[in-house]
């Protein structure tokens, strides 16, 4: 499973973007696909997570409201709208997919395969 973020860049503070990671392979064996960031010199962090096959998403609660995290399953491609962009939203976001059913979502270790990472730097 190869899976490859995209849509960084440098947006203003107040502004939006959009995140897509696009999933090859042998997607089939992964349930869910979840966003993970690393802010400069901070641990990563679990964003948002959505089953493959399950009408549920899962967020941070510091995100729910300014975040949203879709799919798009013809295209095996999740994506990770963002809104209200502040400079504590600078990060390198990736994505990665878990190949278990019972994952918790929010840990990085239950997620198998992992994409290169796209970065956000948000000025004020």
């Known amino acids: 499973v190869q899976l490859q973020a995209s849509g960084g860049g440098l947006v203003q503070a107040g502004g939006s973007l959009r995140l897509s990671c696009a999933a090859s392979?042998?997607?089939?064996?992964?349930?869910?696909v979840a966003w993970f960031r690393q802010p400069p010199g901070k641990e990563r962090e679990f964003v948002a997570a959505?089953?493959?096959?399950?009408?549920?998403?899962y967020y941070a609660d510091s995100l729910k409201g300014r975040f949203t995290i879709s799919r798009d399953n013809a295209k095996t491609t999740v994506y990770l709208q963002m809104n209200s962009l502040q400079p504590e939203d600078t990060a390198v976001y990736s994505c990665?997919?878990?190949?278990?059913?019972?994952?918790?979502?929010?840990?990085?270790?239950?997620?198998?395969?992992w994409g290169q990472g796209t970065e956000l730097t948000v000025s004020s």
């Open positions: 990665a997919a878990s190949r278990y059913y019972d994952a918790t979502y929010y840990l990085p270790n239950d997620y198998s395969y």
């Open positions: 392979g042998r997607t089939a064996i992964t349930y869910t």
């Open positions: 959505i089953p493959w096959s399950v009408g549920r998403t």
